[in-house]
């Protein structure tokens, strides 16, 4: 009998610690549309490779090609990546990729350019498409966009709590301090703009090297950055940043051995959900499709 029981270390309190601090602050019925083939649940694809960086650091592209491939078609239940990408986007579409080049941390360049090329094998023309931050209110092409792709890598934020998929379209309004309010609360309005307002097709948040802790605007040290070596891919934008909240709540515990919630909250997730009806942030609403290394998962 006593070789039966279950043994509780301290790495197990703190993931359940961990998980009972995100429950915290996303935990609300789901109200709006449909993400994913269960009309009862939003799908995310983790995906990780420990191959995908190598001894310094740098990306290898051809590995994280394959990662994104492999997301993409369990995502969509297609037989490869190219009938999804299919799926996603016709020869008709004009084709927004919304970036992140926050200079510490910015959406990989190997992985736009994958994208880039995905999204014209499935049809769309090179001139019809094109990648941007900042600019994106100027760019012609994404003030015509009938499509978005959303991409960037997950980070604390000293304002919102987190620099996540939803908060990656503020710069789509031109008075991006109006929506600093209470931890960035109320960033998912922006996602109704008619610029943006039910374009947005696919959404990969980058967990490559995310960032777990800082302190005060614009922080950024190695120290709190690690190989996690994966994405999360979802057409539910809520879902995937609700997903990445919990890995980076459990790194937190574990890094400071103690509970240690992410701060400030990150209310905009909940509020996305529960007042702007974008997606779904529970984790019994998340099929969360796991693929590839499972070595210090987190989740």
């Known amino acids: 009998m006593e070789k039966d029981r279950k043994i509780i270390t301290r790495r197990d309190f703190l993931r359940a610690g961990a998980c009972a601090a995100v429950g915290g602050f996303i935990g609300f019925p789901f109200p709006g549309s449909v993400y994913g083939q269960n009309p009862e649940k939003s799908r995310v694809v983790l995906i990780r490779d420990e191959n995908v960086l190598d001894g310094s650091g740098n990306i290898r592209p051809e590995v994280l090609e394959n990662m994104m491939d492999r997301a993409i078609a369990a995502l969509m239940d297609t037989p490869d990546a190219s009938a999804a990408w299919k799926r996603l986007f016709s020869s008709s579409d004009v084709v927004g990729i919304k970036s992140n080049v926050w200079r510490h941390l910015r959406t990989p360049r190997a992985l736009e350019t994958a994208i880039k090329a995905r999204v014209v094998g499935a049809g769309v023309r090179e001139d019809s498409m094109s990648i941007d931050d900042r600019g994106v209110l100027r760019n012609p092409i994404f003030r015509n966009a009938t499509a978005l792709i959303n991409v960037r890598p997950l980070r604390t934020h000293d304002w919102s709590g987190l620099g996540t998929l939803i908060k990656n379209y503020i710069m789509f309004t031109p008075r991006p301090a109006d929506y600093h309010g209470n931890a960035c609360e109320n960033l998912g309005a922006i996602w109704h703009f008619p610029q943006v307002k039910d374009k947005t097709r696919l959404n990969i948040l980058v967990m490559l090297t995310p960032q777990f802790h800082g302190v005060g605007p614009h922080s950024f040290s190695r120290d709190y950055v690690w190989n996690y070596s994966g994405l999360l891919v979802s057409m539910d934008p809520v879902a995937a940043d609700a997903t990445g909240a919990r890995i980076i709540q459990v790194k937190r515990n574990l890094f400071f ?42 989740i």
Request: proline share 10%.
């Open 257 to 298: 051995e103690s509970s240690r919630p992410i701060s400030p909250p990150p209310h905009h997730i909940q509020a996305a959900e529960s007042r702007y009806g974008l997606g779904r942030s529970r984790s019994e609403q998340i099929d969360l499709v796991r693929l590839g290394w499972e070595k210090d998962i987190l």
